[in-house]
């Protein structure tokens, strides 16, 4: 009877999902949600980004944080602006992405940064307020302008964004074994959250510079200078320059997922990148936010 109770322990205990599996699930799932723009989505990928924050404050800089987050956050705004979405939730959205006054706090954020998010959001929730007061102004915005500021090139920045926070990620967890990955979205389907497949979570761990046929190997920095890939026809490993790893990685059956003709970020890239978050009054841009490269 002992061991029959002890037996029954463990296979619970073994039916728990491991914290980092169960990340990286949530990981692969976010990422293929902004991969394909699924905006109705986008409050998960927050969520993981606040959670992911409370837990580990200092993965990225805080500036990298702000962006990605405002990003998304406009976008969902804009996108139910687009619907044409009742005024009243979407003022429920902006009060609750974009609060009056408050900007969430970082360890090592400079007042200066502080105060870029803090005009941003303001010049944001001013935009927004106004386009909703005219119904004139709103439609002709969303017919001109929306795109503009808030279309394809501004979704690739925050694409970027994404995955180079995804990439900081990784490093700090374990090395991925797909076949325990699917196994642990199968147990937690039922949850109801949707888990990502097979096809999804391959794509994301090639994106993350992971080899999903053979043996897992650590992701490689976007700020190395090379990046080391396993080459299975020949058993060895050999070093690539970042033009050739990348035309390697473009072969794969998910490089239009994975790759694309924008170059990759690291942390220090982003800092050298034109932000995010602008003045309103920045020229040819009718957004708080700049029309990203």
């Not at 837990?55 to 996108?79: C, E, S, T, Y």
């Not at 959205?93 to 408050?102: M, Q």
């Not at 394809?152 to 990955?181: G, I, R, S």
């Amino acid at each position: 009877m002992a061991a029959m109770e002890e037996d029954e322990a463990e296979a619970i205990g073994g039916a728990a999902p491991d914290p980092c599996v169960a990340l990286r699930l949530v990981a692969a799932a976010a990422w293929h949600v902004v991969q394909k723009q699924q905006v109705h989505d986008f409050p998960r990928v927050l969520a993981l980004l606040a959670a992911v924050k409370e837990a580990a404050p200092d993965l990225v800089h805080f500036r990298h944080h702000a962006k990605l987050r405002l990003g998304l956050q406009a976008k969902v705004i804009m996108n139910m602006l687009q619907e044409q979405q009742p005024n009243g939730k979407i003022y429920d959205a902006l009060d609750t992405f974009f609060p009056e006054g408050e900007t969430q706090p970082h360890t090592k954020a400079t007042p200066q940064d502080v105060e870029m998010v803090r005009v941003a959001q303001e010049n944001f929730r001013d935009l927004v307020f106004g386009l909703l007061s005219d119904r004139r102004e709103r439609e002709k915005y969303v017919q001109e302008h929306l795109e503009k500021d808030y279309g394809e090139a501004f979704m690739q920045v925050v694409e970027e964004l994404f995955h180079d926070y995804l990439w900081q990620l990784e490093k700090t967890l374990p090395e991925p074994h797909l076949q325990q990955l699917l196994d642990a979205a199968c147990l937690q389907g039922p949850s109801g959250t949707p888990q990502p497949d097979s096809s999804i979570l391959s794509c994301y761990l090639s994106a993350m510079g992971y080899q999903t046929a053979g043996l897992p190997m650590h992701p490689p920095s976007p700020r190395l200078s090379s990046t080391l890939v396993h080459s299975e026809e020949e058993g060895e490993h050999r070093t690539l320059e970042p033009s050739q790893a990348h035309t390697y990685r473009s072969s794969s059956p998910c490089a239009q997922e994975q790759d694309s003709p924008r170059h990759r970020l690291g942390n220090q890239g982003m800092e050298e990148v034109e932000d995010i978050v602008l003045d309103s009054s920045s020229d040819g841009c009718s957004s708080p936010f700049v029309k990203v490269r």
